[in-house]
């Protein structure tokens, strides 16, 4: 990339030090150019399973399929990018879920920072933009072949989302002892009584794979007498976060309560863990909070939110 003049008194630059690198400086009135990325922002837009491409009109990689994205206007938020060129781009109105992912591109600048966000419709009509040549929805078997995808970072994220679909959740037998023990193991958070709840008749361990690697855990746990149920916990290994396993275990444990004729199901959870959102989400309502419920860590005590979801 090449400056020449001085964009604020047109003298003409030189390349002096300036911190660590030589950059175009102004003899005159010493302004320094700096080289910096652009922001981008993206959406994966997922309706009835299906996720939304945009088949490139223009250059670069016209003809190659990519997620609706663009720059980042200055005087615009990074999710207000995502919602208005899926908009400019689809025809479709978005709501934000969650972050998908920051990918830097490009070594040589013009190089770049993508942002990319999972989110779903809320109105509109799927019709390619004036920049596109296409725009369609596909399921995960019938995603384009990865060299007709634009960019190295939209395919990632559509090879983490075709995985996420794959995950298979089920309740634990004993055979998948082995696999509870070595998760407990790698994550102590877990707690290291988990084994033992498979062979606890009053409670259900629901696991969820990708393939032959057990990556997140739940458990419901049925109060005697009465006629509900609690979730224990929910874990998902930090690499297989923002796929919404979490969401699916939840709703795994809303099944299994209901198979079970519990009228209740009970969750607790810190105020500071994203899980109360998945909760939230599901269905449960705020049913009361404590202060100072949980063991002090570095950073003190911390509040417990408690949450209730009724069957009926
Ligand atoms: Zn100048």
Known sequence: MDVTYCPK?????????????????????????????????????????????????????????????????????AEEAAVRETLEETGLEIEIDDMLGVYSFGREPPTGVLILYSAHTTGGEL????????????????LPHDDQIAFRTHRQALHDWRRARAIVYREANPADRR????????????????????????????????????????????????????IDQV????????????TQLVSQAISHARNSSVRTLLAEAPETNPVLLVYLKAGFRLSGFMDAYYPPDGAGPVTAMFLAYDLG
Not at 21 to 50: K, M
């Open 127 to 142: 019709r390619a933009g004036d920049d596109a040549a296409d725009v369609r929805a596909f399921s995960s078997e019938e």
């Open 179 to 230: 696999a509870i023990v070595e998760l407990t193991r790698r994550h102590p958070s877990v707690g290291d009584g988990w084994p033992t709840y498979l062979d606890e008749k009053d409670r259900a361990l629901l696991l969820a794979w990708d393939g032959d690697q057990l990556v997140g855990i739940t458990c419901v746990s049925h109060r005697p007498l009465g006629q509900t149920a609690n």
């Open 9 to 77: 008194c047109a003298t003409e630059l030189e390349w002096k030090h300036s911190g660590e690198r030589e950059r175009p400086t102004c003899p005159a009135c010493g302004f320094v150019f700096y080289f910096n990325p652009v922001v981008g922002a993206g959406a994966l837009v997922e309706t009835d399973g299906r996720v939304i491409l945009v088949r490139r009109g223009v250059e670069p990689k016209a003809g190659y399929w990519s997620l609706p994205a663009g720059y980042v206007e200055a005087d615009e938020l």
């Open 235 to 246: 874990f998902v290994r930090p690499r297989y976060r923002r796929w919404g396993i979490a």
